[in-house]
């Protein structure tokens, strides 16, 4: 993919209006929309620069396609500041949550191929899920705890909604972290020199948050749903992930492990002192050495395991737009990207919006609350990435940067208006 420009530091927004039927690949020619209006869209220009000349943020990048058609393509600011290293449109980003998505679907293909159902128990292919109980009272002075038992058996259902009861280790629940981190279980975050069918299987053996089912609670569910790709396929999730994904839909830039010739194009990690002043993320901040994309892994996360491009996660997204089509290859079919991106929740995961097979997606009431349409489904990652896909519009959008916290978050909702009053 040629450069279309070059600009700052990483913030990916990505914004692909939902193609026709018949759009197979992203047009990347310099073609001008008339359902866009550019002179609005290039107010995202004088937006960032100006938050990157007070220094709130060191670089990012973002993307637009609209009926198929790549509309903005740019990178703001420096992927690194100490080198003075521009923040190219194609810079490598550590994705990290937006990983969750493609793990989506990779269980949905397999799903296809009548590998599992939906609802059926993950115990039918890892056993040790098959007796779980539930955490009933924890005392944190010594970190016991009661259990109940579970009134049923998790399915891939719940894994996909994180209504499992399944917790985060490092960044979950209280209770459920110090029980996790006594049993070492990984975070997926960074760099772990473990087997993951092992931990995954430790991890069966411990208590859920909560009744399978109940509520929702971002957890460990995804990293787990790609050790049953692992232990379905009979493929590591880095091979199930290039043979079945990557591959056919010319996602050329998404890795487990970054290859050597491409690693200076990986942006720097940063955070915030107490002051709030932006500063380099160290190699043992929270535990997660920024340097994880260049080590040769083999404990591959499902849930935050991948780095990628603005561009490459822009194909995903269109593939869906699509109808689970892109590049002449139908990846998933139409009805099964339906299923996906319906709500599958009896309630509200965040009190307004719902949530589908992997992803958030919009209500009525979020839709009046901010310029997305119902339906447009989305996530994002823990460096300060996000994206969306509206398909009323055409519209996918991409933000992505590599900081975290971020003072001036606000920014992205910012980016967002203007996309969307650029749209006619």
Same mark, same amino acid.
């Given at each position: 993919?040629k450069k279309?420009?070059?600009c700052?530091p ?12 018949n ?9 001008r929309?008339?359902s ?5 869209l290039d107010?995202i ?7 990157i ?10 993307i637009?396609?609209?009926d198929?058609q790549l509309?903005?393509?740019k990178g ?5 500041v @100490?080198?003075k ?10 994705i990290?949550?937006?990983?969750k998505?493609?793990?989506?679907i990779?269980?949905m ?5 009548g ?7 993950? @115990?039918?292919f890892?056993?040790?899920? @098959? ?12 970190t016991t ?7 049923r ?20 629940s ?13 975070s ?8 993951l ?10 208590p859920l948050g ?11 569910n ?11 396929s009979g ?17 050329n830039?998404?890795y ?8 200076g ?13 932006v ?8 535990n ?27 194909i995903?997204?269109?593939?869906l737009?699509n109808g689970g089509?892109?590049?002449g290859?139908?990846i998933?079919?139409?009805r ?8 599958q929740?009896?309630?509200?995961f965040n009190?307004?919006?719902?949530f589908g ?7 009525d ?38 900081q975290n916290?971020?003072s001036?978050?606000d920014?992205f ?12």
């Open positions: 993919m279309m420009s070059l700052l990483v913030i990916l927004l990505v914004c692909t209006l939902s193609v026709s039927a759009a197979q690949v992203i047009k990347t020619s310099n073609a929309l008339s866009i209006d550019y002179e609005k107010r220009d004088t937006l960032v620069n100006e938050y000349g007070r220094k709130w943020l060191t670089g990012l990048v973002t637009v396609v609209k198929g509309v903005q393509y703001y600011g420096m992927a690194d @100490a080198s290293k521009p923040m190219e449109n194609n810079s490598l980003f550590r990290m949550s937006q990983t998505a493609i793990t989506s990779g269980i293909m397999l799903y296809e191929q590998k599992l159902l939906l609802d059926e128990p993950i @115990a039918d890892i056993p040790e899920y @098959a007796n779980q109980v539930v955490l009933d009272k924890y005392n944190a002075a010594d705890y009661t259990t109940v038992p579970a009134k058996k998790v399915t891939f259902r719940d894994l996909l909604t994180h209504s499992s009861g399944i917790d985060y280790s490092d960044i979950g209280e209770p459920m972290k110090s029980i996790y981190a006594k049993a070492g279980i990984p997926g975050l960074g760099y772990f020199d473990k087997d069918l092992t931990e995954m299987k430790k991890m069966g053996k411990l909560f009744q399978p089912g109940e509520k929702f609670q971002y957890g460990l995804s990293d787990l749903l790609g050790c049953l790709i692992q232990v379905i493929k590591t999730l880095d091979d199930f992930f290039k043979t079945y994904i990557f591959q056919p839909l010319g996602m830039d998404t487990f492990n970054v290859p050597k010739e491409k690693a194009r990986l942006a720097t990690v940063y955070t915030e002192d107490e002051a709030h002043n500063i380099p993320w160290s190699h043992t901040f929270r997660i050495d920024p340097d994880y994309p260049l080590m040769d892994k083999h404990y591959f996360s499902g849930g935050a395991g991948l780095t990628s491009t603005a561009y490459d996660y822009a995903f997204m269109q593939m737009l089509k892109y590049n290859k139908q998933l079919s139409n099964t990207v339906e299923m996906i991106t319906s709500n929740l009896d309630f509200h009190g307004t919006d719902d097979l992997g992803f958030e997606i919009v209500t009431k979020g839709a009046a609350n901010g310029p997305r349409s119902k339906g447009s489904f989305s996530w994002g990652g823990y460096y300060g990435t996000s994206y969306w896909a509206d398909p009323k519009e055409n519209l996918v959008c991409l933000i992505m940067s590599q916290p971020n001036h978050g920014l909702k910012r980016i967002e208006a203007i996309i969307y009053s650029s749209v006619k």
